[in-house]
């Protein structure tokens, strides 16, 4: 990726690594041939596994962040322990009215083959006595959610009620509510992709 961002309220760049990766390190440059390396200064570098961007409750694991002054073609290298495996990377300065400027990003990390789990999915169901309740981005990253709570058999998702994501053991636990939906886990799945 090169070239300057445009100047919007926070900055910021986002890749996506097309698949489930534990990444090791991050490298970010600054500008090469022009002189706008100073617009790489004070840019924090994370790693998620929800693409959302720009919502709040995203969970942003940061990996690092560059000096305030940054010169011209400087790398910044960056070591990323995320506990789990990620799909998008992030780069990103929290500044309004200002530029971001990368002329590249390298990413080194191992491809990760999960199982998945199939889910059935009910429309205007929810779980009614949840063991857990979370805000969070998307329905796949609830999926994630219940996939790392074990024993999480079952999980309902709304997109705008707060908080969003019920998570339960009990599969059987349900309510008719409009806009929710619940997913839950069908036997002899775990060799098989999520399909949320």
């Not at 560059?66 to 400087?74: A, D, F, L």
């Not at 981005?137 to 009620?161: E, I, M, V």
């Not at 599969?171 to 999520?194: F, H, L, Q």
Request: hydrophobic share 30%; proline share 6%; aromatic share 10%.
């Amino acid at each position: 990726m090169a070239g300057i961002l445009p100047s919007i309220q926070n900055p910021y760049w986002h890749g996506d690594l097309q698949g489930l990766y534990t990444v090791h390190n991050i490298s970010v440059s600054s500008d090469l041939s022009n002189d706008f390396g100073h617009y790489l200064g004070g840019a924090y570098v994370g790693v998620s596994t929800d693409d959302s961007i720009g919502c709040p409750g995203v969970d942003i694991f940061i990996c690092g962040q560059c000096p305030q002054v940054v010169g011209q073609g400087e790398t910044f290298t960056f070591t990323c322990s995320h506990p789990r495996p990620v799909r998008f990377v992030k780069v990103w300065r929290h500044v309004t009215d200002d530029y971001m400027d990368i002329s590249e990003i390298e990413v080194e990390g191992t491809p990760t083959n999960q199982n998945g789990t199939k889910y059935t999915k009910v429309f205007n169901s929810m779980i009614s006595t949840p063991m857990t309740s979370l805000t969070v981005a998307s329905a796949t990253d609830c999926g994630l959610r219940c996939h790392w709570s074990q024993p999480c058999l079952s999980f309902s998702y709304h997109p705008t009620a707060a908080p969003n994501c019920l998570l339960t053991t009990n599969p059987g636990d349900a309510a008719t509510a409009v806009g929710w939906t619940k997913y839950t886990i069908e036997k002899c799945s775990s060799n098989v992709t999520c399909q949320f």
